[in-house]
Nanobody, 120 residues
Framework: VQLQASGGGLVQAGGSLMLSCAAS?????????MGWYRQAPGKQRELVAT???????NYADSVKGRFTISRDNAKNTAYLRMNSLKPEDTADYYC??????????????WGQGTQVTVSS
């Protein structure tokens, strides 16, 4: 199973970006919690947002009101819409998903990072 993240790039402060994260390959019974994390240079990886299969969401205080996480269960894909971007949002963004691969096994997977750079 792989998580493929995409959508990062360079944007001016105040701008918007949409990140996508798709789970594919292997055997996927179901994709449970999906989330986005970020890691800025010299800092620890931090939670940005998570969403359950049922659509319940959780956000870091620093992004509430600006970022929106959503998902398409049929496509095993999560999205992160980022509005009103600030220079402090600059980081490598990683998606994470807890995936049921058999009737009795779940495992957490990480996608490759996608870089978001916000210029002032």
């Amino acid at each position: 199973v792989q998580l493929q993240a995409s959508g990062g790039g360079l944007v001016q402060a105040g701008g918007s970006l949409m990140l996508s994260c798709a789970a594919s390959g292997g055997i996927i019974f179901s994709v449970n919690v999906m989330g986005w994390y970020r890691q800025a240079p010299g800092k620890q990886r931090e939670l940005v947002a998570t969403i359950t299969r049922g659509g319940s969401t959780n956000y870091a205080d620093s992004v509430k009101g600006r970022f929106t996480i959503s998902r398409d269960n049929a496509k095993n894909t999560a999205y992160l819409r980022m509005n009103s971007l600030k220079p402090e949002d600059t980081a490598d963004y990683y998606c994470n998903a807890v995936i049921r691969t058999t009737a009795w096994e779940t495992q957490a997977y990480w996608g490759q990072g996608t870089q978001v750079t916000v210029s002032s």
